[in-house]
């Protein structure tokens, strides 16, 4: 299989998953989408590179991650208002919704990006303290009190809308 | 409320994102774009020396606009920058000073008027200050590993993971407590300029919004909508970036803003971050990518470019550039094949330019930058 063969087979099946991913990171579909592409070009100009196609996906999600804060840092290219108000569609509710869904939207949004990555890959990319320690360039510490720190805000937003 | 609550309801907000799938043209695309904005500081450049800079000498005699106007007095600039290179700091007036960390852990650089050294470390994630020997004096934690040092390198401020902000200044020993940045939620804000110990410049990280005092943040109302990127030495003149527009998406456009008169005195939308030099008759612009330095250019107080910073080689690139002294940049080259490195001092006259140290071999630069310079 030659090399574009290769990558356009990665790209069909996995940037479905890695949008949602970028989405999380962000919070905005725009954005999202723009961090994936040049995430993806930056994999591509890379691909020779990534000799364990196992390890694809952690190679283009540190690549992500490592984008979004380089954006962030880039003056000209701040967009985006942190702010404590969701600013997305209505939420989706079902069955299953106990009201919380707004509440931990909001609370990934007013985090700082570093504790969003580390909730995003943490909790939707399911990798384990290690791995996301190891993703974001952290200590395994810092990942465990980041994540406390996000379950005590969400906590404590759930029970300020109770009251 | 548990673990799960965020991984049931994260799953289930990013389910609901769809888009149109990229296709391996669009990838391609992008990556020949970002492939040509590495290469940009080199492009048409053939030459097999490491070598820097093209010069337009003339625009830097004559001038107009904002040259006309009586030149700001020239602040007391004890030297400029100091470079940390291999667990050395070169300090501006040529001495050396052992200091324990690695580049890699390093994510900004400052030296006080008193000798004192600060960096900002991504491992640990902390603000360290070293006493003008090397020796560590005292180590912060923070709410984010950024530092900004004033025009004059007399006060250096950094957010406390409470979200107050603190701010060092020469010759006093512990840093001063001010009230932490108006933000919504858990954001901290950003400091978007140290005018002096006590007058300090916040934002969202979008746009600067106040004046933060021990007293606290007053809104700076009356201004237009733009981000504080540099402060001049005496501080009559901000260098600002403003939001981009749908006409300049990629990069938004930059500007000069005199806070007194509350007037845009010059705007580029071909340069980026701007850094002004010790004398403030000057700035630097680049744009940062991949760790790296594009598009580098000297610029006069109406934006218009009189040097290039260009360095020489197919796969050469700059990792990082400052200011010398007011007639000179210090830049960090580097080739991103072979990963070797070179510090170059460049004056704006034209000459060739000094190589101060290597060529030498280093760390790949997408990840790491061998030569720290001090902000």
Same mark, same amino acid.
């Given at each position: 299989m030659d090399r574009d063969t290769d990558f356009t087979a990665y790209l069909e099946a996995r940037q479905a998953r890695l949008l949602r991913t970028a989405y999380l990171l962000t919070g905005d579909q725009h954005q999202a989408e723009d961090l994936l592409q040049i995430s993806l070009a930056k994999l591509y100009l890379a691909w020779d590179k990534v000799?364990?196609?196992?390890a694809v996906d952690a190679y283009v999600r540190r690549i992500m991650v490592n984008e979004n804060n380089s954006l962030w840092r880039r003056a000209w290219r701040r967009r985006e208002l942190t702010t404590d108000?969701?600013?997305?569609?209505t939420p989706f509710h079902d069955q299953?919704?106990?009201?919380?869904g707004a509440a931990v939207w909001a609370v990934v949004q007013t985090l700082p990006r570093r504790a969003r990555a580390v909730v995003v890959l943490r909790y939707?990319?399911?990798?384990s303290e290690a791995e996301t320690a190891e993703a974001l360039d952290i200590s395994v510490g810092t990942v465990k009190s980041q994540t406390s720190r996000a379950l005590a805000t969400l906590r404590e937003r759930i029970g300020e809308e109770a009251r | 409320m548990s673990q799960e609550t965020f991984e049931r309801e994260l799953a289930r907000r990013a389910d609901d994102v769809h888009a149109a799938p990229l296709s391996f043209q669009d990838v391609r695309g992008r990556a020949r774009s970002i492939q040509r904005r590495r290469r940009a500081a080199v492009a048409g450049t053939v030459a097999a020396a490491v070598a820097l800079v093209v010069i337009v000498p003339s625009v830097l005699t004559g001038g107009h606009?904002?040259?006309?106007?009586?030149?700001e007095p020239a602040p007391p600039v004890p030297g400029h920058t100091a470079v940390l290179h291999d667990r050395k700091v070169e300090m501006p007036d040529g001495t050396t000073v052992d200091l324990p960390v690695d580049n890699a852990h390093v994510a900004q650089l400052g030296v006080l008027t008193d000798g004192r050294i600060v960096v900002a470390m991504q491992k640990p994630y902390v603000v360290r200050v070293y006493q003008? #020997?090397?020796? !560590?004096q005292q180590e912060f934690p923070v709410a984010s590993n950024a530092i900004t040092m004033s025009a004059r390198d007399d006060a250096v401020a950094w957010v406390d993971p409470d979200h107050t902000v603190r701010v060092l200044s020469t010759g006093v020993a512990d840093p001063a407590v001010l009230p932490g940045i108006p933000?919504?939620?858990e954001a901290y804000g950003t400091? #978007?300029?140290? !005018?002096d110990a006590e007058h300090l410049l916040v934002g969202d990280g979008t746009t600067t919004s106040g004046e933060l005092t021990p007293a606290g943040a007053t809104d700076l109302a009356g201004h237009d909508k733009f981000r504080v990127l540099d402060v001049s030495p005496v501080g009559t003149l901000w260098a600002v970036s403003f939001l981009p527009d749908a006409?300049?998406?990629?990069g938004g456009c930059a500007g000069l803003y005199?806070?007194?008169?509350?007037?845009?005195t010059a705007q580029s939308c071909s340069a980026y971050t701007l850094a002004f030099a010790p004398d403030g008759q000057h700035l630097v612009s680049g744009y940062y990518e991949n760790n790296m330095v594009g598009g580098v250019k000297v610029l006069d107080l109406d934006l218009r470019p009189v040097a290039t910073v260009e360095p020489a080689g197919r796969t050469s690139a700059v990792s990082r550039v400052a200011w010398a002294d007011a007639d000179h940049v210090l830049a960090s080259v580097?080739?991103?094949?072979?990963s070797t490195w070179t510090l170059e001092r460049v004056g704006l006259d034209g000459a060739d330019p000094d190589?101060?140290?290597?060529?030498a071999t280093g760390s790949n630069p997408e990840r790491v930058a061998e030569y720290i310079l001090s902000e």
């Open positions: 000799r364990d196609r196992g108000t969701v600013p997305e569609a299953y919704d106990e009201g919380t939707y990319e399911q990798l | 606009g904002k040259d006309s106007r009586a030149p003008p #020997d090397g020796t !560590l933000m919504p939620g400091i #978007d300029a140290v !005018l006409a300049h998406e990629d005199d806070p007194e008169t509350r007037e845009i580097t080739d991103w094949q072979s190589v101060l140290e290597g060529p």
